[in-house]
């Protein structure tokens, strides 16, 4: 495996051992990958990113009429804060309604924006569940075991992000947030079980690996797949949650469209008895995905001091 590149894995045969081999050592010394052959209709693709581009295309006001709030995450947003520090992109987050705050909005007068964004979830949400169920083999567990958390009241997401060209793009070195300018999004782990991710021609999405930074190639038949902190959990320190930024460009728009698995609201998650024995005890205390996922949510909209991290329930 290549140190100065993104491993990329054919997950055309995921459950054979080779396939399974490559993914563990991605996981292992990554937490970042691409995958080709992952079954995805490359027509839903270009669907969900022309939508991505009618949509950024629309006046303000049109945008604003649907912007999301701390009650209802669903909608458009443009003031987003990473590590309490203001990135330089535009949002649109959908999921599915809860019955009760949660509720989808969708923009007047782009009817063919609906069903890209929901065909777009629906098959991203069979490829993570593919893709954990894989994970949880490589830890020990059986395929289905780590798919259970998921199923219908699962809290995943779809988000379509718009980075237009920045008048003062930063690059700071080393993981920190800029003194001057800005970054496309700062440096963050995710803090679900993983991330899918459909990006454009445009690079700049970068992972931080052996303390340096290693931009993620745009490839036209991959999607980009990263860890998240729920799955660095269950692996007991095995995998870990790679830190990872998007690079704002002073010349080009930058568009793409994350998949965030995650797992339902009631999912209390702790270190696999599989990665757990007298050599390696259990790292972090249980951890309720519903609290933590709200608390660092709520960084999103103010600058709440420190953010949560998993750091903080290690033992």
């Not at 705050?101 to 993570?128: H, I, K, N, T």
């Not at 798919?147 to 809290?155: D, T, V």
């Not at 990006?199 to 490839?219: A, I, S, T, Y």
């Not at 608390?295 to 750091?311: C, S």
Request: proline content about 8%; hydrophobic content about 40%; glycine content about 8%.
């Amino acid at each position: 495996m290549n140190p100065m590149h993104v491993p990329v894995i054919d997950i055309a045969r995921l459950g054979q051992p080779a396939t399974l081999s490559a993914l563990d050592a991605a996981c292992r010394e990554w937490g970042f990958f691409q995958v080709t052959h992952h079954g995805i209709d490359a027509g839903i693709l270009r669907r969900v990113m022309a939508a991505a581009h009618s949509f950024f295309a629309q006046p303000d006001a049109v945008k604003r009429s649907i912007l999301r709030s701390d009650e209802n995450p669903w909608g458009y947003y443009d003031q987003e804060l990473t590590k309490n520090t203001r990135d330089w992109k535009q949002v649109f987050d959908y999921g599915p309604a809860d019955g009760g705050a949660l509720q989808p909005q969708w923009p007047a007068g782009l009817p063919d924006f609906e069903p890209a964004v929901r065909a777009y979830y629906a098959a991203c949400e069979r490829l993570a569940e593919r893709l954990i169920g894989a994970v949880g083999i490589n830890l020990g567990m059986p395929a289905g075991y780590l798919p259970r958390f998921f199923g219908a009241a699962q809290s995943s997401f779809v988000r379509l992000n718009h980075y237009p060209a920045c008048p003062a793009p930063a690059a700071p070195d080393g993981v920190a947030t800029p003194r001057e300018g800005f970054l496309g999004v700062n440096h963050h782990t995710d803090a679900g079980a993983l991330t899918l991710l459909l990006q454009d021609e445009v690079p700049g999405l970068q992972v931080f690996r052996e303390g340096r930074w290693h931009l993620v190639e745009p490839r036209a038949d991959a999607l980009v797949v990263n860890l998240g902190d729920i799955v660095q959990v269950w692996s007991n320190d095995r995998y870990r949650a790679a830190l990872h930024r998007v690079l704002a460009n002073g010349e080009r728009a930058r568009f793409s469209a994350p998949f965030f698995y995650n797992p339902s609201y009631a999912t209390r998650y702790a270190p696999l008895p599989s990665t757990v024995d007298a050599r390696h005890p259990p790292r972090y205390r249980p951890i309720e995905w519903g609290e933590f996922r709200a608390l660092r949510a709520a960084g999103d909209y103010a600058d709440l001091g420190e953010e949560v991290q998993i750091d903080h329930y290690v033992l």
